[in-house]
């Protein structure tokens, strides 16, 4: 996938662990692990607004689009 999630970094940067993170943004740690580990398929604006307001921080911070490969493969052919 495309999408890369920076959650452990920005973590990382504000010394705050995922129980914690979890416990102030209300969701349960199952469901905050699946997201740190690129495994969520979609994620509620809702729970980024909360994810942003308690790291302080901006969606860019926590979400990094990065083209795959075989995205510039197909997009290099069809050229």
Known sequence: ???RVNLDRVLLDR???LTELAQRVGI???NLSILKTGKA???RF???D???RELD???ADILV???DEDQNDVKAAAE
């Open 1 to 3: 996938m495309a999408i």
């Open 15 to 17: 010394r705050m662990s």
């Open 28 to 30: 349960t740690l199952a």
């Open 41 to 43: 398929r979609a994620v």
């Open 46 to 48: 809702s729970t980024l």
């Open 50 to 52: 909360a994810l942003c």
């Open 57 to 59: 921080c901006q969606p």
């Open 65 to 67: 689009y990065e083209p």
